[in-house]
């Protein structure tokens, strides 16, 4: 879906990815991996932030938890992805897939805690900024695995 995004964030790892459905999918969870712990990292140093109101700091504590989640959710998709074998290949698909969705859905919550005229507009744009990047890889790496999934197992 975010088509710039995905040649941006994948085109450095394109000669280890060839023309490898697997690697390319692989790849871009990595990629998504790697920026959610980033940003993680970001929204606990941003709720530490003085001078939030009582409102941001529910919202803030909110989309840590979230990306916390999704952290651990994308880590558990790339160690079952790394161990992908034919005869368990659908159930583990589907595993990935859900836990994927999963953290997309974490990211979409984490969004949502900063709607509303009630936030700093500088807080809500940095966290907005984060978030949506995360989201649209996470979104890019979705597409990929279905259709790594697809190609293999119909």
């Known amino acids: 879906m975010y088509p710039t995004l995905c040649i941006t964030s994948l085109s450095s790892h394109a000669s280890a990815i060839q023309t490898s459905p697997k690697l390319l999918a692989h790849m871009a969870l990595s990629v998504t991996f790697n920026n959610t712990q980033d940003t993680s990292a970001v929204m606990v140093k941003l709720s530490q932030s003085h001078g939030l109101s009582p409102r941001e700091v529910g919202a803030m504590q909110d989309c840590v938890e979230e990306v916390g989640d999704s952290v651990d959710q994308l880590r558990r998709s790339l160690g079952e992805m790394s161990q992908i074998k034919g005869s368990n290949f659908a159930r583990m698909m589907s595993d990935i897939k859900t ?11 984490c969004s949502e805690g900063f709607e509303g005229n009630n936030m700093n507009g500088n807080m809500t744009t940095v966290v907005r900024g984060h978030i949506l990047n995360i989201a649209h890889l996470t979104s890019n790496a979705l597409a990929l695995i279905n259709s790594y999934a697809s190609t293999l197992h119909v």
Do not use: H, I, Y
Request: aromatic share 10%; charged share 20%.
């Open 99 to 109: 836990w994927v969705s999963a953290a997309l859905t974490n990211d979409d919550t």
